[in-house]
C-alpha cells in the first residue's frame, strides 16, 4: 500500500472516531473534543520543531501554555484602572528594576577580570539589587492587591481584542524558551530536559501566586471571545437566527452551541494549516536541511561551520513560540485563565506521547498525534467513570466500588505511559515516520 | 540571653529541618547520581520511584499496626522499610529488563533514555496512584519527640523551645548509616569497585571482565534502596502525596547536578546545599532578627526572602547558577 493511502486511511480512522462521538454521544462533545484536539495538535507541531527536527527534549511545555493563558490576560481581560493607578507603575518599575539588575550585574560580571574581586562585586550588586527591587515591587503588591480583592485585587489588562492576543502569546512563549534555552542549550542534552522542567514549574508556581497578576488561583473569569465568534444567548436572541435554523430543522439552543464550536472550528483549522504550511516549506528549505544535519550528527554539522547552538536556540524559541500561541487560543476559547489547570501530565507529557506516536519529524503525523491522543484522552475522561460504574455495577455499593470508580482516571496516566514505552520500543518513527 | 535565644530559634527553625531536609534530599540526589554514573542518563522517574517504594512501606506499615506490632518510640515504618526496598528493587530490576536492557543493546543516545524514563515515570505515577490514592497520608506514630519544646525551656530558663522530632532524629541517623554504608561498599568491595570502574571508563571495565549486566544491577537495587529510604524519611518528616513526590524531581536533580552528576560526594553536598539554601530563602527571619537587634531596629515586616511557595525557584536558581558558572559541579561530575 502506497503511503499517502495509507496515511489517508489513519485519518479517515481518526475521523471516524469522532464522528461515532458525535452520533452516539453528541455533537457538543465531539466538537469540543476536535476544537481541543485541533490546539493539541498545534502544540505538538511546535514539540515536533524542538524534537523532530532538532533533537531537542524539553520537560516545560506546560511552562508555554501557561505562559499563552496568561498573555490573553494581560492584553484581553477588562482594564483595572484603580487597581493599576494604585500601584501598577510601582509593581512594573519594581520588575523593570530587577531585570535591569540582572543587566547590570551581566554587565559587570563581563566587564571584570575573573577573580575573587569580580565574584564580590556582582554578588554584592545582585544582593542589594535583590532588596531593592522587593522594597519597590513590594509595596506596588500591597496596593494593587489591597483594591477590591473580591473582584478584581490585580492591574487588569489592556482590554483589546482576544485576536490580538493569540501573537502576544508566541512572544511570552518566546522569550521564556530564548532565557531558558540561552542558559542550558550548549550543555549535556539532559540539562535542558531538568532546567525546562524547573522553569515550567516556577511560572505556574508565579500564575497561581502573583494575584497582582492575573488574580492566582482566584482566577480571571470572562475573558472576551475572539472576534468573529459570538456568544450563544446573542445568537439565541436573534430572531434571524432562530428563523433560519428552526426553518432548517433545529432546536435553536442546540444550534447556537453548535455554531460556536463550529466557528471555533474553522478558525482553529487556520490556525493549523497555516501552521503546517509554514513548517512544511520550512522543512524542506535549506534551513530545514541544516536542521535535519544538526539533529543527524552535530560534529560533522558544526565542522561545515554551522553554528549548532545558536540553531538549537532558535528552533527551540520557534518552537516554544507555537505551543504558546496554541496556549493563547486554549485560554481564549475557555474564556478564563485557570492555573490550576496547567498540570504537567496534561501539557507536557501528553503532548510528547503525541508526537511520539504520530511520528516524531513528521508535521502530519504529529497533527495525526494530536487528535488521536486529544480524542482518547478526553473521551476516557468523557466515558471512562461511566464505564467503570457500568463495569462494577454488580458490586455492592462500598470501598471497592468507589476506589474502582475513582481510580478510572489514574488508569489514563498508566496507559498513557504504556502507549508511550511500546511505541518507542516497537515503532519508534510511529504512525507516520518521517520521509 | 537573647543571643542565645536568637542561636536556639536559629537552630530549631533554620538548621534542623535544614539538615532534615537535606539529608533526604541527599539520598535521593545519591541514587540519581549513581544511575547517571553506571547507566549514563538522568533518571526522570526517580521521584515517582520514591513515592512508589513508599507508598509499599505505608502499605505494610498499616498492615503492622492491624497485627498490633510498633517499633517502640520509633516509627513502625522502619519496620516496613525493608518490605518497600524488596518490592520497589523487584519493579526497576523488572523495568530495566523490560525496558531499558533493550536501549543499552542498542547504544541508544541518552537523550532516548531520557524520554524513556519519562514514560517509565508515567507508569509509576499512575501505579501509586492506583496503589494508594492522590490524598495526603500521614504515617508516622512511635514517640512524636525526642526533645519537646516545654522540657528544653524548663531546663535551660530561655524563652525559645528547642524541639527535636523522633523522625528528624530518625532521618539524620539513617542517613548516615546509609551513607557510610554506601561509601564502606563502593571502596571496599569487589562489586562496589567495579561499580566505579564501570563508571570511570565502561570500555575499559568490560575489557577487564567487569560483568556489565551485574554492575547494572546492583546500581538498580542501590538506587531503589535509596529511594525508598529517601520517599519514607520524607513522608515522615512531612506527609506523603504522591503530586509532591513528582515534585521532589526538581531538588533532587539539582542536588546531584549542583555536586556533579555522577559523583557520589558531591550528591551529599549538593543535597544539603539545595536544602539549607530553600530554607533560609524562605524563612521568615524576623523572630531571630528581634533578638539580635537593637528594639529601635526591630523590623516590621516577616523579614521573609521568598514566599514559601517559591521553594521550588531555589532549586532552579542554584540549578542554574550551578550550569552557567560551573557546568561540571562543584565535585567535577560528567
Known amino acids: ?435 | 540571653m537573647d543571643f542565645l535565644n536568637a542561636l536556639v530559634a536559629l537552630l530549631n527553625f533554620v538548621v534542623i529541618p535544614g539538615v532534615a531536609y537535606g539529608s533526604q534530599l541527599a539520598l535521593g540526589a545519591l541514587g540519581v547520581t549513581l544511575i547517571f554514573g553506571v547507566l549514563r542518563f538522568s533518571n526522570f522517574a526517580h521521584g515517582d520511584t520514591m513515592a512508589f517504594g513508599t507508598a509499599i512501606v505505608i502499605m505494610f506499615t498499616w498492615l503492622f499496626q492491624s497485627w498490633g506490632i510498633s517499633f517502640g518510640p520509633l516509627p513502625t515504618a522502619l519496620l516496613a522499610l525493608p518490605f518497600g526496598i524488596a518490592a520497589t528493587a523487584a519493579l526497576v530490576l523488572a523495568t530495566d529488563a523490560g525496558i531499558y536492557k533493550f536501549y543499552r543493546r542498542q547504544k541508544a543516545a541518552p537523550i532516548i533514555l531520557v524520554i524513556v524514563s519519562a514514560g517509565v515515570m508515567f507508569v509509576m505515577n499512575g501505579l501509586v496512584r492506583l496503589i494508594i490514592g492522590v490524598e495526603e497520608r500521614n504515617f508516622t506514630d512511635g514517640a512524636r519527640f525526642l526533645l519537646d519544646g516545654n522540657t528544653f525551656k524548663a531546663a535551660t530558663g530561655l524563652a525559645e523551645p528547642l524541639v527535636i522530632k523522633t523522625t528528624v532524629a530518625v532521618t539524620v541517623v539513617v542517613a548516615v548509616i546509609c551513607v557510610a554504608a554506601l561509601f564502606w561498599f563502593l571502596q571496599k568491595t569487589r562489586t562496589g569497585k567495579s561499580m566505579r570502574a564501570f563508571s570511570d571508563n565502561e570500555d575499559l571495565a568490560l575489557l577487564s571482565g567487569i560483568n556489565p549486566d551485574r554492575v547494572v544491577q546492583v546500581t538498580w537495587i542501590i538506587a531503589a534502596a535509596l529511594a525508598v529510604i529517601a520517599g519514607t524519611l520524607y513522608g515522615l518528616d512531612k506527609s506523603f502525596r504522591p503530586f509532591v513526590y513528582f515534585q521532589l524531581l526538581l531538588p533532587v536533580f539539582a542536588a546531584a547536578v549542583v555536586g556533579g552528576l555522577g559523583s557520589p560526594l558531591g550528591a551529599i553536598a549538593g543535597g544539603y546545599i539545595v536544602a539549607l539554601s530553600e530554607v533560609v530563602l524562605t524563612y521568615a527571619w524576623k523572630k531571630v532578627a528581634t533578638y539580635v537587634l537593637p528594639d529601635s531596629l526591630a523590623p516590621d515586616g516577616l523579614m521573609q526572602l521568598l514566599s514559601t511557595d517559591y521553594k521550588v525557584a531555589v532549586s532552579f536558581s542554584i540549578l542554574i547558577i550551578v550550569l552557567l558558572f560551573m557546568p561540571t559541579g562543584i565535585f567535577k561530575g560528567k
Open chain 1, 1 to 435: 500500500m502506497a503511503t499517502s493511502t495509507r496515511n489517508l486511511l489513519l485519518f479517515a480512522g481518526v475521523a471516524l472516531l469522532f464522528i461515532l462521538t458525535g452520533l452516539f454521544q453528541s455533537w457538543n462533545l465531539s466538537l469540543q473534543i476536535l476544537n481541543i484536539g485541533i490546539l493539541s495538535a498545534i502544540m505538538a507541531l511546535g514539540v515536533n520543531m524542538q524534537w523532530g527536527y532538532a533533537g531537542l527534549f524539553s520537560t516545560g511545555i506546560v511552562g508555554s501554555v501557561a505562559l499563552g493563558g496568561l498573555a490573553v490576560v494581560v492584553v484581553s481581560a477588562k482594564p483595572v484602572p484603580e487597581g493599576f493607578a494604585a500601584g501598577g507603575w510601582a509593581v512594573l518599575g519594581g520588575l523593570a528594576l530587577g531585570v535591569a539588575v540582572i543587566v547590570a550585574a551581566t554587565l559587570l560580571y563581563r566587564a571584570m577580570k575573573p577573580g575573587r574581586l569580580r565574584a564580590l562585586a556582582v554578588t554584592a550588586l545582585v544582593v542589594a539589587g535583590f532588596f531593592l527591587y522587593r522594597y519597590v515591587f513590594d509595596q506596588g503588591v500591597a496596593a494593587v492587591e489591597a483594591f477590591n480583592p473580591a473582584t478584581y485585587g490585580n492591574i487588569g489588562g489592556f482590554g483589546l481584542p482576544s485576536l490580538l492576543a493569540w501573537p502576544v502569546g508566541a512572544i511570552f512563549a518566546g522569550l521564556g524558551a530564548w532565557v531558558i534555552g540561552k542558559i542550558a542549550l550548549g550543555l549535556r542534552s539532559d540539562y535542558l530536559a531538568i532546567a525546562t522542567l524547573g522553569i515550567a514549574e516556577i511560572i505556574v508556581v508565579v500564575l497561581k501566586s502573583e494575584d497582582w497578576l492575573a488574580r492566582g488561583v482566584k482566577n480571571v473569569t470572562g475573558l472576551p471571545r475572539p472576534w468573529p465568534v459570538p456568544y450563544e444567548v446573542d445568537l439565541q436572541a436573534d430572531p434571524e437566527f432562530v428563523a433560519r435554523v428552526t426553518g432548517w430543522g433545529f432546536d435553536p439552543i442546540t444550534a447556537s452551541t453548535i455554531f460556536v464550536k463550529l466557528l471555533y472550528l474553522a478558525i482553529f483549522g487556520a490556525v493549523l494549516l497555516a501552521i503546517i504550511w509554514a513548517s512544511e516549506r520550512a522543512l524542506n528549505s535549506p534551513w530545514g536541511r541544516m536542521m535535519r544535519a544538526i539533529r543527524d550528527n552535530e560534529v560533522a554539522a558544526s565542522a561545515m561551520g554551522k553554528n549548532v547552538t545558536r540553531r538549537h536556540l532558535q528552533i527551540f524559541i520557534i518552537g516554544s513560540a507555537v505551543v504558546g500561541l496554541a496556549g493563547a487560543m486554549l485560554t481564549s476559547m475557555e474564556g478564563q485563565l485557570v492555573p490550576g489547570v496547567y498540570s504537567p501530565l496534561r501539557f507536557t507529557f501528553l503532548i510528547w506521547v503525541m508526537v511520539i506516536v504520530g511520528g516524531s519529524g513528521n508535521n502530519w503525523g504529529a497533527v495525526l498525534g494530536g487528535l488521536l491522543l486529544g480524542w482518547l484522552w478526553l473521551a476516557v475522561e468523557y466515558l471512562g467513570p461511566g464505564l467503570m460504574g457500568w463495569l462494577t455495577a454488580a458490586l455492592p455499593a462500598g470501598d471497592l466500588k468507589t476506589h474502582l470508580i475513582d481510580s478510572a482516571q489514574h488508569m489514563r496516566l498508566v496507559t498513557l505511559g504504556i502507549v508511550l514505552l511500546l511505541v518507542l520500543r516497537f515503532a519508534p518513527r510511529g504512525l507516520i515516520p518521517e520521509k
